[in-house]
Nanobody
Framework: QVQLVESGGGLVQAGGSLRLSCAAS????????VGWYRQAPGKQRELVAT???????KYADDVKGRFTISRDNAKNTMFLQMNSLKPEDTAVYYC????????????WGQGTQVTVSS
């Protein structure tokens, strides 16, 4: 069973930065795509950023220019660098990975809380 474990969340003031990490229990190079999602209280989970194995990257419009998704295959870890944080970025952030071996199957981490104070 693939496991994803996020870390790096916390409380930060508006304008600050955080770097989220997601460690996978398997070789992330084998995933078709990896990504970050978030869910704010009372809202649906939404896409933040995704990165496919062919290098294509997609960002949500409201994080473009502020967030950067990356991966370190040697460490089986993906990252989300978040700069210029805003109170509206407050949410639980989840990492996700799409299986290449089993199409349609996705794995999720347990989530990490990010709180941005004004």
């Amino acid at each position: 069973q693939v496991q994803l474990v996020e870390s790096g969340g916390g409380l930060v003031q508006a304008g600050g930065s955080l770097r989220l990490s997601c460690a996978a229990s398997t070789n992330i190079a084998n995933f078709k795509a990896v990504g970050w999602y978030r869910q704010a209280p009372g809202k649906q989970r939404e896409l933040v950023a995704t990165r496919s194995t062919d290098g294509r990257i997609k960002y949500a419009d409201d994080v473009k220019g502020r967030f950067t998704i990356s991966r370190d295959n040697a460490k089986n870890t993906m990252f989300l660098q978040m700069n210029s944080l805003k109170p509206e970025d407050t949410a639980v952030y989840y990492c996700s990975a799409d299986s290449a071996r089993f199409p349609g199957r996705s794995y999720w981490g347990q989530g990490t809380q990010v709180t941005v104070s004004s």
